[in-house]
């Protein structure tokens, strides 16, 4: 390959980087920015008031799941190549976080039968499959990896275990849990942490599963144009 065809192809994959990246933020942001208009346009519903309603939405890990792919798509779609550890759990956090919720969604809560209005259908789409579709479509084509260290693996598993301690912690101190299989009150401790250790390792196992995949996939080049100074431990001692 001549080095104008090198830079052309570079381009190329700058150019597809950053749409995929950028569709997907736009999914992820398009389904939360229509919950949070349901939240003010239909009242507080059952939760008593709209500031509980609103404090309801933001505890969902639905909810915080397309937030961490929105922060990470949108950062990739500005400079597909950016590196870092902090980047890189991010980036793993997103992937591992919208995966579960699109499994659980599909796999448990789909037949609940809920009402919803057409924006409501919206959002549901948006949420649940799309951007969970998208991100690791997106990750598995353009990437950016390698990224991920056993470092990520373990510092990534953070987020989850804080969401866990605060659902517990509020759950027991209103009475309200965002999903049927962490509800202490009709479950009974024993089975919602059982529930809980269940999808926890779950995400652990999917995190090491990444891990070994990404080691698989072919590193995906920088663009020159997005090539800067790469961060400390961004290089392809990444995948040690």
Not at 76 to 89: E, I, K
Not at 111 to 116: D, I, K, P, R
Not at 133 to 152: E, N
Not at 160 to 189: C, E, H, K, N, S
């Amino acid at each position: 390959m001549t080095a104008e065809a090198g830079v052309r192809t570079r381009g190329a994959l700058l150019v597809a980087a950053r749409g995929l990246h950028a569709l997907v933020a736009l999914a992820a942001a398009t389904g939360i920015g229509l919950e949070l208009s349901r939240v003010f346009t239909e009242g507080p519903g059952d939760a008593g008031t709209t500031t509980e309603r609103l404090v309801r939405l933001l505890s969902y890990f639905t909810i915080q799941s397309n937030v961490l792919v929105l922060l990470a798509s949108a950062l990739l779609a500005v400079r597909p190549g950016r590196s870092g550890r902090v980047m890189a759990v991010l980036q793993l956090d997103a992937l591992l976080c919208i995966a579960v919720t699109g499994v659980v969604y599909h796999a448990v809560l789909a037949g609940e039968g809920l009402a919803l209005t057409p924006s409501g259908e919206a959002a549901n789409l948006l949420l649940h499959t799309v951007t969970p579709v998208g991100a690791w479509v997106a990750w598995l084509l353009v990437g950016p990896r390698p990224r991920f260290r056993w470092s990520t693996v373990g510092w990534s598993v953070l987020y989850p275990v804080v969401w866990i301690g605060y659902t517990f912690v509020r759950g027991a101190a209103t009475g309200w849990y965002p999903y049927p299989f962490l509800d202490v009150a009709a479950l009974g401790t024993a089975t919602a942490a059982r529930n809980t250790a269940l999808v926890a390792a779950g995400f652990l196992a999917l995190a090491v599963v990444v891990r070994g995949v990404e080691r698989v996939l072919p590193a995906t080049p920088a663009p020159t144009a997005d090539a800067g100074p790469a961060a400390p431990g961004a290089s392809a001692a990444e995948t040690h």
